[in-house]
Each structure stands twice: as structure tokens, then as C-alpha cells.
């Protein structure tokens, strides 16, 4: 999955989260980083859930352990202007960060509209929100234009974890290179594996459970700690392995303690 | 653009559009054939607006002229189910077809919940959406999930008219595979020059003006002359060039007879 970084081995830590805080100039990260060490989590939980009543109630649970929410906010059946401010209060509540996983993917007149305006004006409340490189450096552009001057921040997808997936190779060297271009916007990488040794870059990894395997629809699963501690990344994003679990809490609890551990089992 | 197809000849045409409908299976890219040759249309209009009234005023001007009319559903600021029943009624009023220009690219249990649910329930109304292949061929069989029952059909997104996409070499090679895997969902291409041989396959090409140029995030626009007759292209998608023009209805009218005038060019 990871042809661009192929060693398995254990990385050296690239510095401590106090640390990484310290170095970022983007201050969404810095708050990520300062969030990190405070809670001593490098957890991010997908809520990909059908009603905001279950979105909110996972957040209020998992919000003691977590750093990050994940949002898919088009999967919601009754969305509405007042589960953002509900949403956003527990953000604040328990200290964590939003992401909207929207996959921006068009070029940059049309992603500054779908950022910005709809209904759900995801610039106005997701602190993070992610886009894909395929269409080149205008859809970081257009998402810029519209979240630059709110403080938004944004991640690029560098690799992916689903079978077969084209994100490999020059494509994702590509991305890197688009992300170091834009680095006043684009704050890290949705990857498999570290992308980059620039520390102000985070790295977050989806399809993460506590056992490897794959579902039906071709997403293949890695472990905590493979992916913090041998893959390199510095964020590890679960879904169905908290969502879906019969106590979403001592799951969350679960993977927030296997995510710090590799973490600290690197060497500083 | 176009290193997979670098001729810029003139091509001989696939067959006419009576014939297309004839050949293809999928009973979409059949009414769609079947609407170009009834209207000697091979335009859709892009309807980037911001309002439901605005978009369902433009469909209904251009109505007349247009096989398909494309919609970015999320950049409608009171989007509502009865804004789809009326659009519905216009395509039928006029025979067209709708396309939801989503850009779905995510992984499979993902792409499901955002084309089947959330408030705009995309694959109740929308005869074509279309998706990146960047995923991987999860996404098609995500969305095939949920779509194929219904009777829908889906793109593939094999080249992009942006400057510096992604969307080149192995990787238009891969997404024509994937179409050419799934070919009982998807009909065809978003692409600048045709990427099949194959008379099934539908190519659209979105960034079309009567005159090139640029916007000021990386679109870069051909001619309608250029994208039908010596790119191989099927139906010429325009955004701006229309729903900007002084007068749409005569942009709509012009565009649709440049483009059916490049057609006609075209060796039978």
C-alpha cells in the first residue's frame, strides 16, 4: 500500500507533539498539536453515522479521547443549521477539532461555491476539511480563497486505503509538492504512511481497527500500530471500529491507548 | 491535454447517434442518444447558480437546446425536495436528462450513504452522476449498489479540462478499465478527447467556450469545434459561457449549433 515508502521498520519519532505545536506557523495545526499533548491522544474518530441526535451523542462519548471528529455531513439524513452550533459546542467542550472529510475534487470555481455557500457552509464551522490532488493546484486555490480568511485549514490526499486505489506513485509525489506549494492552507496528508519529514506536516491514516482485514467494498484495515509506529503517521482515524462497537466508549478509550502507545514507543 | 490521444485530426464519427442508441444497453446512454438525435442537440448546460429559481429559470430557457443539464446540487443556498420535483418536471417537459456533476471520491461504504441518502438523496433524481476513479473500483461498486436498482447510470472522471490535473497517462488508462469493468453502470467518460473506441461509451467535455482562455483558477477552455470534431468528444458541457451570457437563450442556441455543426462535420 505504501510503494513510496516501503521500509516496515520502526521510524524515530519526528519530534514530541510539544514540539511539533511549537514548529507549525499554520495555527490549526498548532491547536492539533497542543490538543495532542494535552489529551494525549492521536485519535480521530469517523462519525459517519445517518442523524445528527446519533452524531452528537457519539461526539459527547468519544469527546473525552479523541482530537479530531470526522464529519461526512451530506450522509446525514436531517442535517441543520443548529446541529453545527451543537456540534461545535461539544468541540468545545471536550477540546477536539472538527474535520469535514469532503474530498473537494473539482477545480477551483466550483469548490470555493461547494465551501463555502449550500447548505451546509462547511468553511464556517470545519476547522479542517480535506481535497483530493487530482485536479490539480486550483481546487487548493479555490478552497484558499474561501477558508484562508476564516483560518481554515485543509489536508491533501496523498494515498489511500482502499484496494486498488490510484494514488501511488508520481501522483502522490505530485501532492506532496502541491501541499509544500500551498503550505500556508494545506496543513498535512490523509496517507497510508509519512509523505514528508517536514514536521509542521500532519499525517492522518483512515481505515484503522484493532485487527487487519478488509470489508466488502475494498477499504483495507491497518492496525494502531502499524500505522503510528511503523508507518509513520501521526493521526490515526477509526470508524466502524468505534461506531459500530457495542461500547463505542471503551473502544474509543481502547484505541486512543493503543495510538499513544506506539506513539510513545518511538524514540524521540 | 491530451497525451493519450495526441492526434488532432479529424476523426471519423463513431456512428450516428441513432445507431449509438441502438448499440448501447444501458437504457440511459439509450434515451440520451435517442434525445441528441431527436433534438440534433449534443450541448449541456452546466447550471452553476446559486438559487433554485435561478437554476429552474435556466432550465427552462434552454430546455429546448440541451440533451442533459448538469447541476452542482451542494451550492444551493435553499436547496428543497420540491426544487427536484420541478427540475424533474422540466426535464421531462423538455426531454432532457439530469446529470449531478457529485465527483464522488471516496471509498465504497462511503460513496453509498452520499449517493443514496443525506438531504439531497442524489440517486432518486439524478438520471447520471459521476465519480474519480482515484479510490479505486470500490467506488463504482459503491454507488452501483445503490444506483443500479433505480435504473442510473454513472461517469467516470478519465481526464479533467484543469491546469495541472492529475488525471493523465496510467491513470486515464486505469479509469477506462474500470468503466470497461463496470460497463452495466458506468456509460461513459468526463474527459477532454475521447479515451474508447468502444460506441457504448459517452464522452463528455466540460470547459467549453466559443473562445479559449483561461479563468482565474486553472480552468482552461476549448472550442466546441475543437472538443466534437478533432477530439473525438461527444457532448460538450458549458458553465459560464451560457448561464453568464447576456442573453442565455441565444448562448444556449449558439453553442448548441456550433456543437451540432462539429458533429455533422464529422465522416460517417
Not at 40 to 62: G, I
Not at 194 to 210: C, E, N, Q
Not at 222 to 251: C, F, H, M, N, W
Request: net charge negative; aromatic share 8%; charged share 20%.
Amino acid at each position: 500500500a505504501s510503494p513510496e515508502k516501503p521500509s516496515d521498520a520502526k521510524r524515530p519519532r519526528l519530534s514530541r507533539y510539544e514540539q511539533r505545536a511549537e514548529l507549525c506557523q499554520h495555527p490549526v495545526a498548532k491547536q492539533l498539536f497542543t490538543i495532542m499533548a494535552a489529551k494525549q491522544t492521536n485519535l480521530a474518530v469517523s462519525a459517519d453515522l445517518a442523524s445528527c441526535q446519533q452524531v452528537l451523542e457519539l461526539a459527547d462519548k468519544v469527546g473525552p479521547y479523541i482530537c479530531l471528529l470526522k464529519t461526512h455531513i451530506d450522509i446525514l439524513e436531517d442535517f441543520s443549521a443548529e446541529f453545527v452550533t451543537l456540534l461545535t459546542a461539544l468541540a468545545s467542550k471536550h477540546n477536539f477539532l472538527i474535520f469535514e472529510d469532503r474530498k473537494f475534487a473539482d477545480i477551483g470555481n466550483t469548490v470555493k461555491h461547494q465551501y463555502g455557500s449550500g447548505l451546509y457552509k462547511i468553511a464556517d464551522w470545519a476547522h479542517i476539511t480535506n481535497a483530493h490532488a487530482v485536479p490539480g493546484a486550483g481546487v487548493v486555490q479555490g478552497l484558499k480563497e474561501v477558508g484562508g480568511a476564516k483560518g481554515r485549514a485543509c489536508l491533501l490526499i496523498g494515498q489511500m486505503s482502499s484496494a486498488g486505489n490510484l494514488a501511488t506513485g508520481e501522483y502522490t509525489q505530485s501532492t506532496v509538492k502541491m501541499a509544500e506549494d500551498n503550505a500556508d492552507f494545506v496543513i498535512g496528508f490523509i496517507c497510508t504512511s509519512a509523505l514528508s519529514s517536514d514536521p509542521k506536516f500532519i499525517h492522518m491514516t483512515p481505515g484503522v481497527k484493532l485487527a487487519e482485514g478488509t470489508d466488502a467494498l475494498g477499504q483495507q484495515y491497518l492496525t494502531p500500530e502499524k500505522v503510528i509506529a511503523k508507518q509513520g503517521s501521526d493521526i490515526i482515524i477509526v470508524g466502524r471500529g468505534i461506531y459500530q462497537a457495542a461500547d463505542p466508549v471503551a473502544a474509543a478509550k481502547a484505541y486512543q491507548e493503543a495510538g499513544y502507545a506506539a506513539y510513545m514507543s518511538l524514540e524521540s
